[in-house]
Nanobody, 117 residues
């Protein structure tokens, strides 16, 4: 599996961004897809993930009701719609694919989100 993120950038506090992650490879239906982020000096944390049945299965508490993860299986793409962005949401965001049997993680290269106040 290969993952390519896009959509990061600079946004003002309260603004919105939509991240995209295009996946390629075989057996994509066997992967739980998600978004992680890592801010400078902090550990990488899970933000949201979604099953192959396009049901969101997890949101980080601090992003609930502001971020929405979605998945288009026909396009092999997942999205993260981020609204009402806050300075603490600034980080490098990584797309993740976790195999449902082996639990092996595959990461994208990351996309930077900067929130200016």
């Amino acid at each position: 599996v290969q993952l390519v993120e896009s959509g990061g950038g600079l946004v003002q506090v309260g603004g919105s961004l939509r991240l995209s992650c295009a996946a390629s490879g075989s057996g994509l239906k066997f992967y739980l897809m998600g978004w992680y982020r890592q801010a400078p000096g902090k550990q990488r944390e899970s933000v949201a993930d979604i099953t192959n049945a396009v049901s969101p299965s997890y949101y980080l508490d601090s992003v609930k009701r502001r971020f929405t993860i979605s998945r288009d299986n026909a396009k092999n793409t997942i999205y993260l719609q981020m609204n009402s962005l806050k300075p603490e949401n600034a980080a490098d965001y990584y797309c993740d694919a976790r195999h449902c049997v082996s639990n092996h993680h595959t990461w994208g290269q990351g996309t930077q989100v900067t929130v200016s106040s």
